[in-house]
């Protein structure tokens, strides 16, 4: 298919970027729009992805908290004026439209949350068919055979009648979960239902939804049928899931012929082994007996030592893997240390120091699926495999281990000989008490 593109300026719609939210859920990681992904943050790469399909103009709402961050991540970005609006605090999508509506036109609306990573024919499908009907609302729409806690669309033919938010398991009304990347044919009418939603109820943070709901009553919205991939970064865990379509689209468009691409400024010992589609950045060194698997990513500046392994992972800048660790399907941020130990199916964010000796635990005794606890709910997390989630800055001592899915917040100091079976806050010391004694012999 070919590239889709915004080649009719009068027909393309304006561009929404809903970029505020306090991001509660994915603790203990902060800032998820800011979470870099092969050097490059993820807001960051969905504008320039947006870019390149031919907008040239976003409205971004962030939030009272993050406008500065945000601000300061896209000073440079080429070939697309930004603007910004401030949502004051998390009052739903509603909300945020109306924050930004001083900086949109009349027009078409395009409103996308770039935390929901999806592939090019979406937006391609969503061009075409507003170019062909531009009268019309488009709202993209996954087909999820396995059940999925989303707003579902009830239809009548391609005709969205209502959205079903978060139904039974037995009572969805079809096979399509709600996905933000939706088209409204005219901003002005899209506020003005908004406001009115507010008019009704002021309270509450589904003023957009029920919106939406009022709007389908007199004007024709039509379900965009998607079954491409979709990864939602929701909670902590859905790191790995946009780490692994990164590491895809990376095998798929920056490898010469499935080999290895290094950086000329990269120092790799011919003792090392490099295998499959596998990227190291400037500066970087890989040293003898080291083995990188692909799909992986070595950041700029960071070392791998000696008898590591990296496979199905990513390495951020000037982190350092030491002698005979392993990295296996994991997220490693920025300036991370890791010492002789072994990193299985987790996330580490920024400046985590992972001591000697040190294991994620990702496999449960009975194989069951991995759960972890979010804003006090223990949550499934999809996932046979999981290791622990651990915060910017956290120090994790020699020979202390986390049991499958287990959370560790930033700052947080684990004791050595540590078993973490729950949830650490952040700044937390947890230590194990330890008796010892001596008896007999002499000094």
Known sequence: ????????????????????????????????????????????RQLERLRSLGWRRAVLVASAQNAALLREELADLPEMELHFAIQAAAKGMGDAVLCAEPLLNEGPLFIHQVHDLVD???????LSAHAAQPERAYLAAAEMKKYFPGGYLALAGERIRH??????????????????????????????????????????????????AALMAEQYFVALRYDGPWRA???????????????????????????????????????????????????????AGANLVGP??????????????????MVGAECEVGFTSEVARSYVGDRCSLHACRVLD?????????????????????????????????????????????????????DAMTMPGVKIGAGAQIGPVTIVHEDVGEGVRLFVRQRQEQRGGST
Not at 120 to 126: A, C, H, N, P
Not at 173 to 194: F, G, K, M, Q, Y
Not at 296 to 313: F, K
């Open 296 to 313: 992986a990513y070595i950041g700029a500046g960071s070392i791998i030592g000696n008898q590591a392994l990296v496979r199905g992972s």
């Open 233 to 287: 970064l929701k909670y902590p865990w859905h790191v790995l899931d946009v780490m692994d379509a990164f590491l895809a689209e990376q095998g798929r468009v920056d490898m010469d012929n499935g080999e290895p691409v290094v950086d000329p400024s990269a120092r790799i010992d011919p003792a090392a082994q490099l295998s499959g589609p596998v990227v190291v950045a400037a500066g970087a060194r890989v040293f």
């Open 1 to 44: 298919m070919a590239e889709p593109r915004l080649t009719q300026q009068h027909s393309a719609p304006q561009l929404l970027v809903l970029a505020g939210g306090s991001s509660s859920r994915m603790w203990p990681l902060r800032e998820k729009l800011l979470i870099p992904f092969a050097g490059h943050s993820l807001l960051r």
């Open 163 to 212: 959205i079903v938010e978060k139904p039974a398991p037995a009572e969805r009304p079809s096979d399509l979960v709600n996905i933000v990347a939706h088209i409204h044919p005219s901003a002005e009418r899209l506020c003005a239902a908004i406001r009115q939603q507010y008019d009704q109820q002021p309270t509450g943070d589904d003023h957009y939804e029920r919106a939406l």
């Open 120 to 126: 090019d024919r979406l937006y391609s499908d969503l």
């Open 346 to 398: 987790s996330v580490l964010a920024e400046g985590v120091n992972f001591s000697a000796g040190c294991t994620t635990a990702n496999l449960r005794m009975d194989r069951a699926e991995v759960h972890s606890r979010v804003k006090g709910q223990r949550i499934a997390s999809g996932r046979q495999k999981l290791g622990a989630i651990i915060g910017a800055g956290a120090f994790i001592s020699v």
